[in-house]
């Protein structure tokens, strides 16, 4: 097979920066406002980008550097952004990320918010809001890099070491999409586990029509939750690419003893089966009969559309935690992942694509991290698909120009409707998109057949 | 609703008739403010970008190129290479050991591939910091290669989107006056600050075909490397959005002695005295220009009209807020809204200057805000106090208003349907008409209680 040698340039990126990343995350926090430090267009253009996908305020606030403090530091903005945003938002968190440009200058955060501390106490009116960093220069890595820096400062940072034993459970769910966030915690509160789930966006980034507007959004993962990690039962941490030095779970079990599970993101069959087993042995109980029928369901669904997706080959990419479910699942369903692809650069995506499809028979997919879409457009010439799964920025030259079905998941979905109620995970949410995949499939062969089938 | 607005932009806000006209603008974004701004960067990139057959390079990491991937809608009549997002895609190591190694292989790489007739490249704040020689290497390729390499200084930290305008301006610069103009018709113009956002600018070359007038440039919709390249031959310049191109039709103007009018395609009245000013510009090259101009415009109002009143009947009296990024666009939406029977109660932009705002307080109601370089919790805040039935904006603006239960009018530049010409107005008529006649706002709890009741904090119902 023909393979694509490396390009000095980058066209048509399969990746965000390293802040965007971490502005997602601090959205999870309660009360948390996020903020970059850097120059005013970052926040902007990322808020575009977010709001984009959500249809939702995304405010993120900017130290607005200028020429002269991007000569002589940053510090001065730093202190005035944050004086202005607690103030103004009377936000009980800020979350602060750094950006290219601070982390060139050679801005220190850490003792910057440190003398913050001290001097603006009284600003405030001894009311100091939880101030949580974290290192994201856009040049060190995917925007995954700066969502677990961001998630793992969190954990570090607020983390109370006092907190007494209890029987909660800590849940690392990675970057998935708000109605990802509401089933895990239904499915949690079925199983009578107490779950502190972070970051949870699924109000804060989808949230109601209310009466006024809300400057900071309601939702959120408890401040007090957050603290109270050390003390919990045990943890559990989606994600297959997952370094353990960007691992929260790892902090977590390192410093306080926590017994993680790390496990990969509950996409398909046997990821949900992985996250189910590990909840009845964490709650000491089988799992509520609604689990067990819906994964009835979803194997009876996947019996009867075996024939609509036998042998059809897709490409796949997004983030690195994300395909690697997405291959779990289509391996399971009779689909073949020719390409697997991703922007992000861990270096665990193959082994971790290995571990899901090692089981079928077959050639294993084609594995690309690291790669642009001039790069998976290139692949796919001779690996000719049927269909391509990921977010929306594989529409027009890989999608639109063969002519197949788009199956829109993950971040961004900048060109449909509702992306924040996509559901990937669990039995439930491979039924989804089990659905959203075969309906593709016999819309493209009833649109292709000049019969008109009104059965298929 | 005082306290949402920093003490620091107090100035920046004016309410008409409260006080004598006083506002300060073209000030620095207020750290931990939420401007809706975007950067020198961004300005840069959105004036240049509909040129389609040149090669776009953004030198930097990949955030920057990222974020403004095929973002707006500039629509092409031939190549469009302008839709692809290309990046130097800095890494630790280039930041460390410099990127213009990396820079000369990408530019090179690129320009093998797709053999465009010029090629920008564009500066990020940290390219600033790491202080790569941009303009070396941009020298170095062009030799090389044969085709105009052209440094676009718009490091993201060194002010605001208007210096970003300027750089691209300069950009452009280079470009004009290296291409024949032997062929070029005494009655001919160039456009200038259209980007062909959802096909706008060929409404606006067929009015000018219609009345006699050739087109040499688009700069920069639908814009082509060799129609810049001889933009000097034009007889005149139409400047179309104040901040953009304002700079490229002085330059025009001292080298080239080509005199340019502000024109705006924006509403019945502006579209229609673009048409005429430039008539008269060229009526004793051509003494039936005027005529056949006042026939156009004959033409398209009277099918319009009849329009626009039915929906006028429903829009009466409603109340509207305008958020933008140059004032310019603010004066033809103001006067578009009074056509449809609407008032204007609060008006503001990015980017305006004291001139542009004082001319805003001239043509608004008394009790107006008139707002520079805004933000969420201010917007907020106008559209409660004023309690408007629609809000003109971007994209950031939009869920603000919806978040209120307020209708929203998309008149950014990722918009896909045209607003320019009488075309425009038509549909820009539509739009608000859509959106304020939704019958949602019913429903929107500003407007009617939920019957139910807040919400049960556990898994079930309490009794």
Redesign the interface.
Known sequence: MKTVEP???????C??????GAAMAFKGLEGCVP?LH????????????I??HF?????????????K??VYGGKA??M??????IG??KAPAVGIAT???TE??GDDVPTILHEFKKECLADLNGEMPALIHCST????G?HMEGFHAAVRSMVAQLADPKTAKHRGINLFSGFVSPEDIRHLQDVF?HFGLPATLLPDYSETLD?P???????IPGGGTPLDAVRAMPGADASIEFGRTIKPERSAGAVLRDTYGVPLHSLGLPIGLRESDALFTTLETLAGCSAPRRYALERGQLLDAMVDGHKYVAGKKAIIYGEEDLVVGLTSFLSEIGIKPVLVASGGESGLLAEAVAAVTEEFPGDPPLVRDGVDFYQIVAEAEALEPDLIVGNS?GY?ELARARNIPLIRVGFPIHDRFGSQRVLHLGYRGALNLYDLIVNALIEKKQEDSSVGYGYI | ME??I?EERKTQIHRKGAEPFSISCNK???????????????GSRVVLYPIADALH?VH????????????RGALSSGPELH??????????K??IFGGEK?LY??LV??IDRHQPNAAFVYST??V???GDDLKAVCKKVQAEKGIPVIPVQSE?????KREGYLAACEAMFQLVGTGDTSDISPLSVNILGDFNLAGEIWIIQDYLKRMGVDVVANITGDGRVADVRRAHGAALNLVQCSGATMDLAKMLKEKYGIPFIRVSYFGIEDMSDALYDVAKFFEDKDPGIMTRTQELVREELMALYPKLQTFRKDLEGKKAAIYVGGAFKAFSLIKSFRHLGMNVVMVGSQTGTEEDYQELAEITDEGTIIVDDTN??EL?AFI?EKDVDIFVGG??E???A????VGFCDHNHERKEALEGFLGMYNFAREVHATVTSPVWNF???RRKSPIAAGSPG?VCAS
């Not at chain 1, 405010?59 to 020429?67: K, P």
């Not at chain 2, 620095?28 to 961004?42: D, E, I, K, T, Y």
């Not at chain 2, 930097?60 to 973002?71: F, H, K, L, N, R």
């Not at chain 2, 993201?156 to 605001?160: S, V, Y």
């Open positions: 390009f000095v340039s980058t066209t048509n990126a990746k965000m920066c390293t802040p965007l903020f850097g120059s005013q267009g970052c926040a902007t253009y990322m808020r575009r980008y709001i984009s249809r939702e305020p995304m405010d993120i606030a900017s130290s607005s550097l200028g020429e403090d991007a903005n730093l005035q952004g944050l004086l202005n945003v103004k938002y950006t290219c440009l060139t200058i220069p856009s040049y060190g995917s509160a949230g029509a209310l009466e006024d507007y809300q400057n920025k027009r | 306290p949402v920093f620095s974004s207020l750290a931990g403010a939420v401007s809706q701004r975007a950067c020198v960067f961004c390079l930097g990491p990949i955030g920057c190129a990222v974020y403004t991937w095929d973002i839709r692809l997002s290309f990046s130097t895609d800095l890494r630790e280039d930041v990396k292989q990408a790489e690129l704040c940290i600033g910091i790491i993201g930290f060194k002010g605001n969420p919790l907020s409660k994209v950031k939009r869920p603000i919806f978040k209120l239960g929107t709890p500003r898994e």
